[in-house]
């Protein structure tokens, strides 16, 4: 096989997961997080790696 042949299908696999993303669920940008969101009030969730144990 080439490295055309590979990349052809590469990229044709990548086209069709973000064609699949976006028919699954459309994006609604009404919905989504705050992409900066500097001193809104809400509390973090989740873990840090690095913190001990209490």
Known sequence: ????????????M???V???DLTASPP???SA??????????ASSGGFCGALPD
């Open 1 to 12: 096989m080439s490295r055309r042949i590979i990349a052809i299908a590469a990229l044709v």
């Open 14 to 16: 990548a086209i069709g």
């Open 18 to 20: 973000v064609a699949l």
């Open 28 to 30: 609604n940008p009404y």
């Open 33 to 42: 997080p705050s992409l900066i969101a500097f001193g809104s009030g809400q």
